[in-house]
């Protein structure tokens, strides 16, 4: 079998996941890794094995070498390294979003139906064991029409204040709320048409990160559901995880209630108080396979391109997320809901 020579463009933390994965699968090689910084670069090609490392994303995209990139930078870098890779008819895996304005997700979702590659976007909370069933249950007319619902998905200040050195350039709303918006249309299998959203400014501000503390946002779908959405960078340190993640949906027959923050079942008591750990997003496997549903989405890539699997979330995904994430903003700055076409 050909192996899937693979590049990883950004070494930060979630570039390690992709790199990682590359590494562990048998069908792929991992050829290229690439970060402004040329010691993280060093640094991820020794930790995972791969060959080449680059400073210079453009110069890993035109290597002959390399049949497949991963993207894996802040937010807001996404749009010219997407384009230049499907340019090249390279097949690409981005983390979300695909693009944080319409204009650049319109440019890509139109060079990916030109291009000979394949491009998908990392919505990996798609594979996530409980939210999956979720899906089901809706879908099966368990609960019935989803009349309403809640759904929440923020961090404490570590996030913004210490682990994203970029935190000023992004929000709760595109770093989380990317997220919680492809896991609302997943589940309801529905697209939103309207929104109305506040945010406030002031906590992080004055801690030296100038970005929204939170937005609360109200989604309408165009089968009546309306759910309530926050996002927030301003929970306390104190919570056991850095994430608080839950969703509920109010139907005509019934109820659903999920907390993907954790399962409880993982406690530890440290000096910081009680902590959470994460136990299904990663979980061990033998030497040839990936465990958890974080990992098995950046391998969901992998199938879409060797064995022509159906891609987990595609550019059209991507565009409806931006969109949705837009209008979001424009209500916020306007003080008006704002329809989407």
Known sequence: MNRLRMGVIGAGLWGGNHAHTFNVLPETDLVGVCDLDEGRALKMKESYSAMQAFTDYQKLISSDQIDAISVATPDFTHTPIILAALKADKHVLSEKPLATTVREAEEIAAAAAKSKGKLMIDFHNRVNPILAQ????????????????????????????????????????????????DVLRFILADEVVRVYSVARSGTLFAAGVDTKDFHVSVLEFSKGTVVTMENSWILSRDNPSLVDFKIEFVGE??????????????????????????????????????????????????????????????AQDGLANTKILAAIEESVATGKAVNIG
């Open 134 to 181: 979720v899906r089901d249950m809706i879908q099966n007319g368990q609960i019935g029409l989803a009349k309403h619902g809640t759904a929440r998905l923020s961090n404490t200040t570590f996030v913004p204040l210490e682990m994203l050195s970029w935190a000023a350039k992004s929000s709760a709303l595109w770093f989380l709320g990317s997220h919680l918006v």
């Open 253 to 314: 027959k019934g109820q659903v209630q999920a907390d993907p923050t954790h399962n409880g079942g993982l406690r530890k008591i440290v000096d910081g108080g009680l902590k959470y750990n994460d136990y299904i997003g990663i979980t061990p496997t033998g030497a040839t396979r990936i465990g958890g549903f974080v990992l098995e989405s950046i391998a969901r890539f992998v199938d879409s391109v060797v064995r022509d699997a159906p891609l987990l979330a595609d």
